[in-house]
């Protein structure tokens, strides 16, 4: 057993030996690393800065980056290329729609496109390293699924490999999701929908009157001459039967006009005469100007609410609105997204469904694009239903704002492109698309296509305090002044006509007529002045005596006065 041992001893040392040998000859030359591993790692810490990626085959590249690197000169199912000259070149189809694809002419005569996603294109083409070439799908329609199965539009030319990918506003849906790849949505949208604007508001004349309707208005007047006729007529039958204190109480002063003129100073909020003193004139008056009070008031708030806050009123403000009436009529573009899902929705008793319904029973009023719609919208008499991005860049480019938006988005989705069905290029877009997110290039792109300036989304824009009323805002209530200033002077002249002409013709006609009472009176008050001169001067002296009695008293000589001598006087006086 010992022998046994003693040989199983030496087997493992001869062991531990050979191990040691084999790792000794790598430790030695290279800190135990194998020649042909740090062969590789030294020549990948060599290699040049990553280069475009060409590929030859039917399926599209990774997406370049810092990390990639150039492979072995063949892989499976790829071909690649190094050289930054060569880069990868991709067939793009696309469908004009403003503001994503605008299709302009230059001075030679050439096509170019322009607009949001061009833009995206652009940044792509950087970012991914390719070259692309452009061209309009035939038929002009984005992706419809027809009845035969088939597929149009830019959907068709990506299945039947004639286009790499597509470019325009493609909503991303289950259908198409079936038929073609998509990328990451570059863009998330709403629909809407777009009207004319309501002619604007002629000036009103009597616009001060708006805050109450005309019943009230004429409540408002009637209560005046009723409670005017109530404080005359109570006034004077207390009057005449003698009622109160007669001292105090003014109730011969309740004339009728009087009367009315208290009703009128009192609910305009200005004194007058006469004052009610009666304990029955002060309670009517009291009532009647908490009445007044209250009425005025209200109308103050009012007046302020109608002059300072003007919007443009339209009878529609929604879907719902938009399916409960019949005079304003409304459509979409055949064929496209949303016209698929209004029929989808058919028999689900929503708005959309009554949406479908209406579109089904009136194919008139579908439109074949977009232009089209908002052409028909800017006729008047029609609203069209579309991509809230599209109408909101039609709405505030629109010559002469005549457009606005109704309501608020609805049925939220995204624009993507498509690829091929099981094409990596779709991954390698969207990564791009990902990359342009996270550097804030779409959001720049998005302030640049849709910006501020321009014509409001909802009509008018609100008046700002510091551009102040205008004179058509007041304009009517010049025109009351004037009317009152015309009315007085007319009464004034009527007036005077009467007492230059009727009035002093009846003055000098009759027995005893006003004149002559009032030349007698005039004879009279000029022979007392007179009288009253000479006592003063001393010119003129009065004896006092009893009648029947021939005593004078005093020693003053009784002077006899003759009426002529106190005309002569007061003729000196004058």
């Known amino acids: 057993m010992a022998g046994w041992g003693w040989m199983c ?73 190094s050289t930054a000259s060569n880069k990868v070149k991709y067939r793009v189809v696309l469908v004009e729609n403003k503001p994503f694809i605008i299709k302009t002419r230059s001075e030679n005569n050439k096509t170019v496109y322009d607009g949001f996603c061009m833009d995206i294109l652009k940044g792509l083409a950087e970012e991914l390293r390719f070259d692309y070439t452009l061209y309009e799908v035939p038929d002009g329609n984005f992706g419809l699924l027809t009845r035969n199965g088939s597929w149009d539009g830019m959907i068709r030319e990506v299945i039947d490999g004639r286009a790499d990918f597509t470019l325009g506003p493609l909503t991303i849906s289950s259908q198409r999701e079936a038929a073609v790849d998509f990328t990451k949505p570059y863009m998330d949208y709403g629909n809407g929908l777009v009207m004319k604007k309501p002619a604007a508001e002629r000036p009103n004349l009597f616009a001060f009157l708006l805050p109450f309707q005309i019943r009230v208005w004429m409540s408002i007047i009637a209560a005046l001459f009723a409670v005017g006729f109530l404080l005359w007529a109570t006034s004077r039958i207390r009057y005449t039967l003698g009622v109160g204190d007669l001292e105090n109480d003014n109730d011969n002063n309740f004339t009728l006009k009087n009367s009315l003129w208290f009703s009128y100073w009192s609910i305009v909020r200005k004194g007058g005469e006469p004052a009610p003193r009666a304990i029955h004139t ?41 399916v409960h009436q019949s005079t304003v009529e409304f459509g979409t573009v055949r064929g496209n997204f949303l016209y698929n899902f209004f029929r989808e929705q058919k028999g689900s008793e929503n708005v959309f469904d009554r949406i479908w319904y209406a579109l089904e029973t009136q194919p008139d009023m579908l439109v074949d694009n977009q232009t089209e719609g908002v052409e028909r919208t800017r006729r008047g008499n029609y609203a ?97 002044l004037i009317c009152g200033a015309v009315l007085a002077c007319l009464v004034s002249v009527l007036e005077i006509l009467y007492y230059k002409c009727c009035k002093r013709k009846t003055m000098m006609t009759g027995t005893t007529t006003e004149l002559e009472k009032l030349m007698v009176d005039t004879e009279a008050d000029k022979l007392a002045r007179t009288t009253l001169k000479c006592l003063e001067e001393g010119s003129l002296q009065l004896v006092i005596r009893k009648a029947g009695d021939n005593h004078l008293v005093g020693n003053n000589v009784p002077i006899s006065i003759s009426r002529e001598s106190l005309h002569k006087e007061n003729d000196k006086i004058d």
């Not at 599209?390 to 704002?401: P, S």
């Open 9 to 81: 001893l030496r087997a493992y040392l001869w062991l531990f030996l050979l191990v040691m040998v084999f790792f000794a000859v790598p430790l030695a030359g290279g800190r135990g690393r194998r020649p042909g591993r740090e062969g590789s790692r030294m020549a990948r810490r060599q290699a040049p800065t990553a280069q475009p990626l060409l590929i030859t085959g039917d399926t599209p590249p990774f997406s370049p980056g810092p990390d990639n690197v150039t492979g072995p000169p063949t892989r499976t199912g790829f071909t690649f290329a």
């Open 282 to 322: 002060r309670l009517l008056g009291g009532f009647w100007w908490l009445f007044s009070l209250i009425v005025m008031a209200t109308y103050t708030a009012n007046l302020t609410a109608f002059l300072t806050v003007k919007r443009l009123e339209t009878p529609i403000r929604s879907l719902e609105d938009l």
């Open 384 to 480: 069209y239903i579309g991509e809230y991005p599209a109408l909101e860049y039609e709405v505030r480019h629109d010559e002469g704002c005549q457009l606005m938006m109704v309501g608020n988005p609805f049925m939220t989705r995204g624009y993507g492109i498509a690829t091929k069905r099981g094409s990596s290029l779709s991954k390698t877009l969207s990564v791009g698309i990902l990359r342009l997110q996270e550097k804030g290039k779409i959001t720049q792109l998005r302030e640049k296509w849709w910006n501020n300036r321009g014509c409001s989304l909802f009509g008018r824009p609100p008046k700002t305090g510091a551009e102040g009323l205008g004179l058509d805002t007041f304009f009517g209530v010049f025109v009351v």
